[in-house]
């Protein structure tokens, strides 16, 4: 399984015997770590640069994968559980950004590119959207969870955001205390703090690359520490 140019950027995942990859073209597939042959792939929806991983739900281990749908895959047969298509226009199969596991039985997921972000909600044969909106494009960035909130860096607004993801509701914007971020740049966590490394791709900035901040996670306001 091979993508054309850079549509194959996302990350292995190690599912018992099985190696979940993002297949490029192709979409999610399994590969036995044992025969190191295919057992199964793929969606056929071009999963770009986003990974795939497993995760469980309603007592059932759940292969999750992203691409223009957010698609559940059965881990032993790749069978389609279910899937949605979330998004459309812009550059609709350009899943970059990691999607978020919320309460165990919803999912997050958000995309640059003029996009934004949504949540629905994981039920047996089923995914059922929640809400959708603009608030949080993450274009080259994951968004992170903690304590019930969501953390991101905007395409749309060059901000990082705090997002309620069980009501789509800003919280927060960085630019609204004058702090604007690159849509290129990497967000973490580490314990109650996100740590945001600002870059840009093209144009290069030489003065702003590189820059480190770290903000306080809490859906009150923009606090930056350090």
């Known amino acids: 399984f091979s993508g054309s140019g850079s549509d194959w950027a996302g990350s292995p995942f190690v ?3 099985l190696v979940l990859v993002n297949g490029g073209n192709n979409g999610v597939a399994a590969i036995s770590k044992t025969t190191r042959s295919v057992v199964w792939g793929a969606s056929g929806n071009g999963g770009r640069y986003s990974s795939p991983f497993a995760t469980t739900i309603a007592g059932e281990r759940v292969v999750i994968g992203y691409d223009k ?3 559940g895959f059965d881990p032993a047969t790749g069978t389609v559980l279910w899937s949605l ?3 459309h226009g812009g550059v609709p199969d350009t899943s970059i950004a990691q999607g978020l596991i919320i309460d165990s039985n919803k999912v997050f997921a958000a995309q640059g590119y003029g996009q934004g972000c949504t949540m629905a909600n994981m039920g047996t044969g089923t995914l059922t959207k929640v809400w959708q909106n ?3 494009a993450t274009k080259e960035n994951s968004p992170v969870h903690y304590k019930g909130y969501v953390y991101g860096v905007d395409e749309n607004s060059a901000s990082l955001k705090c997002i309620d993801p069980l009501t789509g509701t800003k919280k927060w ?5 004058g702090k604007s971020f690159f ?3 990497a967000v973490l966590s580490a314990g109650d703090q996100i740590i945001v490394i600002s870059g840009k791709a093209a144009p290069y900035d030489s003065v702003n690359n590189g820059n480190l901040v770290v903000v306080q996670a809490n ?5 930056e520490l350090y």
Request: charged share 20%.
């Open 85 to 87: 298509q979330w998004f």
């Open 219 to 223: 859906s009150t306001a923009y606090t």
């Open 69 to 71: 749908f957010i698609s």
């Open 15 to 17: 599912e018992g015997d």
């Open 134 to 136: 603009t608030e949080l």
């Open 173 to 177: 914007a960085s630019t609204d205390s």
């Open 183 to 185: 849509a290129e740049s």
